[in-house]
């Protein structure tokens, strides 16, 4: 079977997708089951004192004996803050060791600040989590990143939430070439095509969010986005024809032509 | 002998300044606690599970840090908070 194995555990789907930026919870919920998604990220924030006593909480609506969570650190622009999100949230999810690593550089971009990334996954592969990172398609920090014991390396296709789509290939292709870890393309994607492309490439799996919750109707794009990555895994496999700038090699045998009522002497001469 | 009006104040002031000291107990012990950037003021003793009790998180999943670290829920009965006590209280939410 064709799964996706991380950190030693298998999964069937090779779609990752977060939780942010829904209408509501309906909306979000149907999404995330429509892609088929069995890892879902999750941010860590204050709660509103006093002011949910009887509101739902995500995890009601998206409970962890169902999905893999995948707490992030969206929002940490330092070490110590990535660093204590994820305590917060082992210990929130009763001792879960998977986590989402990502230490922002710049809020208006959102770029990872690498050097804040390799110490913060230092400190917390110490700890004994088991850390996917995000990353900038740098081919020499991500294979670093995989060295320190990352589980997974995320290489960014273009800037969060942008819809991009993949910007480098040629730098991802490297990093999939070198990557002995699942290299998951995350951050981007824009539709169905780029996360395809992914695929193609050789990516292991695709990690999106807002590429399914700013579409028009965020439930057709997550089937979209399903099938994308799926057949995107299946034209990897399946091992793509070679691009030539020409070849002449029609699909349809050259013989046995009705007699033509041309005198062109390139199109009657018969092939070698 | 009749004492001078004087002598009699000094007496009653030598009494005073003799007695053993009273204390008088303290009316409340309030603590004041800083929960996710708002401070709040608390009767102490308060441990981690009553602090939980007065914000309603009862049956929901939540971490607490107190000053920079993680309370582990074996500890909530046991941890009693001190004025000053800075503590960030988080859940789950949707993110990418």
Known sequence: MDNLVIAGKSYTSRLLVGTGKYKDFNETRTAVETSGAEIITVAIRRTNIGQTAGQPNLLDVLPPSQYTLLPNTAGCYTVDDAVRTLRLARELLDGHSLVKLEVLGDPKTLFPNMVETLKAAEILIKEGFEVMVYTSDDPILAKQLEEIGCVAIMPLASLIGSGMGILNPWNLQIIIDNAKVPVIVDAGVGTASDATIAMELGCDGVLMNTAIAAAKNPVLMASAMRKAVESGREAFLAGRMAKKLYSASPSSPVDGVIARTSDDKKINQKSA | ?96
């Open chain 2, 1 to 96: 002998m009749a004492q001078s009006l004087h002598d009699k104040i000094h007496l009653i002031f030598d009494c005073l300044s003799n007695q053993p000291k009273i204390s008088i107990p303290a009316l409340s012990s309030m603590i004041q606690l800083t929960i996710n950037g708002q401070s709040q003021q608390f009767e102490a003793p308060i441990n981690v599970t009553q602090l939980i009790d007065h914000l309603a998180l009862h049956g929901k999943r939540f971490a607490i840090e107190r000053n920079g670290e993680i309370v582990p829920r074996s500890q909530f009965s046991e941890q009693l908070l001190a004025h000053g006590d800075q503590l960030e209280v988080v859940v789950a939410v949707g993110g990418g």
